[in-house]
């Protein structure tokens, strides 16, 4: 499928991500549609950073994917749908375990559905690596046991099947993307690359991390984009799950050292508040990404020094968007 000229909904598509994705689908001459959460606040979130001239070819719509109307509407006319809206925080999860359940299971049925009535050409849906839990081998393919180790990793798993659900029971056009940690300018602090920066670029004191001995493949967020692309235009992925990742694995530890080093120098220690329970806490994730290299045709292309660099910079350019000294759920 060649996605030139379609007309494309992205659901979350003014989050972390679905920015970035945006921005491809723009520039590769596609009609972009977003379903952006309604705020009282006139804010277009993570688009904002876009050029101005991107942001003028997109259709935002607001309204909520666990309003089964909204989406309805929202799918009416499209022909690609690329599901990325979620509640994504694991510690949070732990906190409001039911929104979870609400967002990111009824919301992917209210796409799901959406895109059936609507005889959608094709639906992106979009996982996440946390649906493995602990790595039992490494690296990780798609047949990787499925082990919900959080309640957001369990809503996550839940929202997978009922995608496979569909394309089983009414041959739905769906591909799963599952990205591993995705990282790079836009990302809020909850998560753990742009914690450390901006601790870094605002304090000479350690750095707080929770446990710095888990490892995590880190993949930057324009080659994440390329791969829901590349799923989306690619026939032969109908009905299958492309695990999306660099193929290395890094300790938080490890990491927090290395963004010291490119912030300048530094230290970190590690904070109690800032650990997950220990069954919860996901040890390893690294990805094999040979069937999305041999179906899809794709691969990674920046490096983590690079993404990070590139992370830092914008973050020294924007840092009212980040409470260093708090720690946030």
């Known amino acids: 499928m060649n996605l030139a000229g379609k007309r494309v909904l992205i659901t979350g598509g003014t989050g972390f991500i679905g920015s970035h994705l945006a921005e491809m689908l723009i520039e590769s001459g596609c009609q972009v549609r977003v379903l952006a959460n309604y705020k009282s606040m006139p804010s277009c979130g993570n688009l904002e950073h876009a050029d101005q001239y991107v942001r003028d070819e997109i259709e935002v719509v607001w309204g909520d ?27 949070y999860s732990y906190i409001a375990p039911s929104s979870y359940v609400q967002t990111n299971i009824v919301g992917t049925l209210n796409v799901l559905q959406a895109c059936r009535a609507h005889s959608v050409e094709r639906m992106v849906h979009t996982s996440t690596s946390e649906t493995f839990g602990s790595a039992q081998y490494t690296p990780m393919d798609e047949k990787h046991p499925l082990v919900g180790q959080s309640p957001y990793s369990a809503t996550k798993l839940g929202a997978d099947k009922l995608a496979e659900s569909f394309a089983c029971s009414f041959e739905m056009p769906v591909v799963t993307v599952r990205p591993f940690n995705v990282f790079g300018p836009r990302q809020s602090d909850r998560a753990i ?93 690294r990805c094999d990404s040979t069937l999305a290299q041999s179906v899809l045709g794709w691969s990674p292309l920046v490096t983590l020094t690079e993404g990070l660099t590139e992370t830092i910079e914008f973050m020294r350019k924007h840092t009212d968007m980040f409470a260093p000294l708090e720690y946030r759920v």
């Open 65 to 91: 994917v666990t309003d089964r109307d909204s989406v309805m509407n929202v799918v009416d006319g499209m022909s690609v749908v690329f599901h990325l809206s979620a509640l994504i925080g694991i510690p």
């Open 193 to 285: 690359i742009p914690t450390i920066i901006a601790q870094r670029i605002a304090s000479e004191d350690p750095v707080r991390i929770g446990d710095p001995s888990p490892r995590r493949d880190f993949t930057f967020v324009t080659d994440t984009a390329r791969g829901f692309i590349a799923a989306a235009q690619c026939d032969e992925a109908i009905g299958q799950t492309f695990n999306i990742g660099s193929g290395k694995s890094i300790s938080i530890g490890e990491l927090a050292d290395t963004i010291c080093e490119l912030t300048g120098g530094g230290s970190f220690i590690s904070e109690s508040q800032r650990i997950r329970p220990e069954k919860s806490e996901v040890n390893e994730l």
